[in-house]
């Protein structure tokens, strides 16, 4: 049974202090701040009910609201993007989130429609989250720390995400391929809800990746593959590449 539009709604966590590139979300971005042109990708899909950015900072409060767009400040300190939208959504009428990184600006509507549809097809309950992987070739990609890795089981579900490039190529004939995490999840609201009161485990400390905190506590996790190549903000050279790609 098909979810309500009413009932989804799009969540962009977007704190102003990030330690590789501390104010990258409000830097331009061919002519518009990398928060706004992430905000816009979302609305433009059509898929949501409302669309919110939620922020620790004043400034990026200020940016979404100067063009129309709607932002929730918090009220608390967060660790992690899952804690600070569990915060905003605790008393919204919702039934699916989906969470758009703020400094992942290339975005498209099919591979958004595509993790809305998993729960479309999951009338049981079963899955609590679904996120976005995409393969990957490139040896240099595979083996940035930046880039995420996901090893998933047959039916997609993920096993474990690491920023070191699993499977190790012990064999390299085997035919494996590497898949790059895409940092764009949708959720059922009650895992969000579960996440924001589960303390922080050795694995994901480590890592600092916080999907794996659903991995250690039970939840599961549907990979939806997909070949559209965005780009995550983390450097000033992913700003540059950004550009070039907004251009074409």
């Known amino acids: 049974m098909k979810i309500p539009k009413e009932k989804i709604i799009a969540m962009i966590p977007a704190r102003y202090e990030a330690s590789r ?14 928060i706004r042109r992430t905000y816009e990708a979302a609305l433009n899909t059509g898929l949501f009910g409302e669309v919110y950015v939620v922020t620790d900072s004043d400034i990026i409060v200020e940016e979404i609201i100067k063009f129309g ?55 049981e309950g079963k899955i609590d989250l679904a996120s976005l992987k995409t393969a990957m070739s490139d040896s240099e990609e595979i083996t ?16 474990y995400f690491s920023r070191f490039p699993l499977p190790y190529p012990r064999d390299n004939q085997s035919g494996v391929t590497y898949f790059k995490h895409i940092g764009v999840y949708a959720f059922r609201k009650q895992a969000l809800l579960d996440f924001s009161k589960l303390s922080m485990l050795p694995l994901e400390a480590t ?40 251009k074409k």
């Not at 104010?23 to 971005?29: A, F, P, S, W, Y």
């Not at 940035?144 to 096993?159: E, H, M, S």
């Open 69 to 123: 767009g709607k932002a929730i400040k918090s009220k608390l300190v967060h660790e992690t993007g899952s804690d600070r939208i569990a915060e905003a959504v605790q008393d919204l009428d919702v039934e699916i989130v989906l969470n758009v990184q703020g400094d992942e600006p290339l975005i498209d509507h099919r591979s958004l429609e595509k993790l809305l549809q998993v729960f479309d097809n999951d009338p």
């Open 21 to 34: 590139f501390p104010g990258k979300l409000m830097q331009d971005l061919n002519g518009k701040t990398v």
């Open 207 to 246: 890592e600092k990746i916080e999907c794996i905190r659903y991995l250690e506590y039970g939840k599961t996790i549907k990979m939806v593959e997909t070949d559209f190549k965005g780009i995550g903000i983390d450097t000033p050279e992913d700003l540059e590449k950004a550009k070039k790609l907004i």
């Open 144 to 159: 940035n720390p930046n880039n995420v890795k996901v090893i998933t089981n047959k039916d997609d579900l993920a096993l």
